[in-house]
């Protein structure tokens, strides 16, 4: 029962300190795989470090590596180079060159966050919305009122 008890408490791992108490090396990978991402998004150099000093499956790493590239820095084969399974570098590769494959990136600057409505005014260079000049709503074009010549 305090077996059960100590290892609800652990909870999910999310600083590379939470990942030193681990006793076999295989969960140290697995945990050092888990808190990267997050690391290389607010210190690329900080997590490449902890990459390459503290993850000794080469497995585990590439697949760091690949995370990295889809979630973080999908704009450069940076990480790429550093994969050692060719498949998984060639992958990583195909996946910078398609950007409709990037995953899980933040909201580019200036951009409206995913899922929101476009904003007002319709779309950039286009009317502000409404029937086209000279139709009626709907789209339907305008009959000339009783008496008037037809339109051009």
Same mark, same amino acid.
């Given at each position: 029962?305090?077996?059960?008890?100590?290892?609800?408490?652990?909870?999910? &791992? *999310? #600083?590379?300190?939470? %990942? =030193?108490?681990?006793?076999?090396?295989?969960?140290? !990978?697995? @945990?050092?795989?888990? $808190?990267?991402?997050?690391?290389?998004?607010?210190?690329?150099?900080?997590?490449?470090?902890?990459?390459?000093?503290?993850?000794?499956?080469?497995?585990?790493?590439?697949?760091?590596?690949?995370?990295?590239?889809?979630?973080?820095? &999908? *704009? #450069?084969?940076?990480? %790429? =180079?550093?994969?050692?399974?060719?498949?998984?570098? !060639?992958? @990583?590769?195909?996946? $910078?060159?398609?950007?409709?494959?990037?995953?899980?990136?933040?909201?580019?600057?200036?951009?409206?966050?995913?899922?929101?409505?476009?904003?007002?005014?319709?779309?950039?260079?286009?009317?502000?919305?409404?029937?086209?000049?000279?139709?009626?709503?709907?789209?339907?074009?305008?009959?000339?009122?009783?008496?008037?010549?037809?339109?051009?």
């Amino acid at each position: 029962m305090l077996w059960i008890l100590i290892a609800c408490s652990l909870g999910e &791992p *999310s #600083t590379p300190s939470d %990942c =030193e108490s681990k006793l076999s090396a295989g969960a140290k !990978d697995e @945990c050092y795989a888990k $808190v990267a991402p997050d690391l290389f998004r607010t210190d690329p150099a900080a997590g490449q470090k902890l990459v390459e000093e503290n993850i000794a499956d080469v497995t585990v790493r590439d697949f760091v590596y690949l995370k990295v590239t889809r979630e973080v820095d &999908p *704009s #450069t084969t940076r990480y %790429c =180079e550093r994969i050692q399974d060719r498949v998984l570098a !060639d992958r @990583c590769r195909v996946l $910078v060159s398609r950007p409709h494959l990037h995953r899980g990136l933040a909201t580019p600057p200036g951009a409206p966050p995913p899922g929101s409505p476009p904003p007002a005014g319709g779309p950039p260079g286009g009317s502000a919305g409404g029937p086209p000049p000279g139709a009626a709503p709907g789209g339907q074009p305008a009959t000339p009122p009783p008496g008037a010549p037809p339109g051009n």
